[in-house]
């Protein structure tokens, strides 16, 4: 009697045992055949995930608190640089009824709230180029009216700039000779979509050229 | 060779090896008639659409983006508000699903968004009397929202997986085919060269019980490591689409480990009724 309640005692164990091992062995054996791809295979499947959720909604963050400060310098460490898609400041030019929101980058969700700038370029302060973006018939509408002379205003929280227009020039989207984003000197370039006013789209550009006549210069970036 | 195959360890170590065998059979069985019924069948996808809320998502992203075209062509952000109409997205959808699956070229038809495109700026052009465009203007603007349509409507990765698909979508049914006839063969050689019945039907039940194992433990690591939240593609619909897929794979494979386990607590039944038999 007693034989035969440790035999089914140990038939128990058996029927937990082997059916684990076997299952070990087999993940062993599919380790084993795929080793060769499970680098790829890991590789592909991490182009489709990511750390965190991603937000797919079409608002956007601002961090631009306005500020009345005039010094000539500002620390680094005291600027709230903008990620990609944050409003940091606002831009307008005198007389040319430009008035609209800054935004770093210039994806669809910057220009449809404002301007945006070339996340390849620089940010004011920086003394290099600024190249803004912004669509001809809504926010750079105004820039029709740009003249010589005229002033840009960039207002971010770290300080506020002023830049003088020096010109304007009418190019194709493909002339890559209309901005140099490796100037080392702080010059902002807006562009927008040619002609103004017209119904759909189009390959010219309108470019303004303007140079940088005040506003403080960000310390300490590269050390 | 006959006392070899008597001796009690070679004896052992053949079930062994048999009973591994007859693992993976029943694994490869799971899973290929797993991808023949999801991935590889039209109807799954067109299901994973309707359940996933794809079409509304899709629609609002197609608007959203090309109210941001219609915004730099100085269109008025009415122009596309309830243009995109939901019917005729999902027949693009459609055709462009069977296409994956028949093997044709991976097209969106855009003739109708074409047509309708054409009519409503027309429409707008009359009834705001715009005289500042060109031709060559108004045929940009129509190609760059055609392309954003045909993007949308198009399913990211399909392209790729495409030949992947037809080539394997063969070889599956072959697979399966074999790894059945394994099973078999497997289970045979267990029952008809053991003594003792009971023994041979005690391996098929480590190895259904190994294979429900397996089949458990899949997606039940998938799960704790978070992979799902972690999906990221390009849209919302998309991102979903592809979530409702991997959830109702995943769910699948536990319901195929389930089937494994009441198959190997079946089994475990049958050797000890066949065991008390024989003794």
Redesign the interface.
């Known amino acids: 009697m007693k034989k035969s309640k440790n035999k089914s005692k140990k038939n128990i164990k058996n029927f937990i045992i082997f059916p684990v091992a076997l299952c070990l062995v087999m993940f062993i054996f599919v380790f084993a055949v795929s080793a060769p791809f499970i680098s790829n295979i890991v590789s592909i499947g991490s182009m489709f995930m990511a750390d965190k959720q991603v937000d797919y909604s079409k608002s956007y963050d601002n961090i631009f608190i306005p500020t009345d400060t005039n010094a000539d310098t500002v620390n680094a460490s005291d600027v709230d640089f903008p990620g990609i898609g944050k409003q940091f400041g606002e831009l307008s030019i005198e007389n040319c009824d430009v008035d609209a929101k800054l935004f770093y980058g210039d994806s669809s969700v910057p220009l449809r709230n404002g301007v945006g700038i070339y996340a390849g370029s620089f940010i004011p302060g920086y003394g290099r180029t600024i190249l803004v973006a912004g669509h001809n018939n809504t926010y750079f509408n105004g820039l029709k009216n740009v003249k010589k002379g005229d002033v840009v205003i960039i207002s971010t929280s770290y300080g506020n700039y002023k830049y003088k227009v020096t010109g304007t020039k009418l190019t194709t989207d493909k002339d890559k000779k209309a901005y140099d984003l490796s100037a080392k000197k702080e010059n902002l370039v807006l562009y927008t979509c040619y002609p103004f006013d017209s119904l759909g789209l189009t390959n010219q550009r309108f470019f303004v050229y303007a140079e940088k006549t005040s506003g403080p210069v960000i310390t300490g970036l590269y050390e | 060779m006959k006392e070899f195959f008597r001796n009690k360890t070679v004896k052992n170590i053949l079930y062994a090896v048999l009973?591994?065998v007859l693992?993976?059979s029943i694994?490869g069985v799971a899973l290929s008639s797993l991808l023949r019924f999801t991935v590889l069948n039209n109807s799954f996808l067109t299901d994973a659409l309707n359940n996933s809320n794809y079409y509304t998502d899709l629609c609002d992203e197609i608007t959203?983006?090309l109210?941001?075209?219609g915004?730099?062509?100085?269109?008025d952000k009415s122009f596309f508000e309830g243009f995109i109409n939901e019917v005729f997205v999902r027949e693009d959808v459609q055709d462009y699903i069977d296409k994956f699956y028949s093997g044709d070229k991976l097209e969106v038809d855009t003739r109708h968004f074409d047509e309708s495109l054409r009519t409503a700026l027309d429409k707008y052009?009359s009834a705001h009397k715009?005289q500042?465009?060109?031709d060559?203007?108004?045929?940009?603007?129509i190609k760059?929202a055609t392309g954003i349509y045909t993007q949308h409507i198009e399913l990211k990765y399909f392209g790729m997986l495409q030949k992947l698909a037809q080539d394997y979508s063969s070889k599956l049914v072959w697979a399966m085919i074999i790894c059945i006839v394994t099973a078999a063969a497997a289970c045979l050689l267990m029952i008809f060269t053991n003594e003792w019945k009971h023994k041979g039907v005690?391996c098929i039940?480590?190895?259904?019980?190994?294979?429900?194992?397996?089949t458990l433990?899949i997606p039940a690591a998938v799960y704790i490591t978070g992979?799902p939240?972690?999906?990221?593609?390009i849209?919302?619909s998309l991102?979903d689409m592809?979530l409702t897929c991997l959830n109702t794979i995943l769910t699948d494979m536990f319901i195929i480990s389930g089937v494994l386990f009441v198959l190997?607590a079946a089994l475990?039944l049958i050797h000890n009724k066949i065991r008390k038999k024989a003794t």
Request: glycine share 6%; net charge negative; aromatic share 16%.
């Open positions: 009973a591994f693992s993976v694994v959203d983006d109210m941001d075209i915004d730099a062509s100085g269109l052009i715009i500042s465009y060109t060559s203007s108004l045929s940009y603007f760059e005690r039940a480590y190895s259904t019980g190994a294979a429900a194992l397996f433990l992979i939240g972690k999906i990221t593609i849209s919302r991102s592809y190997f475990i």
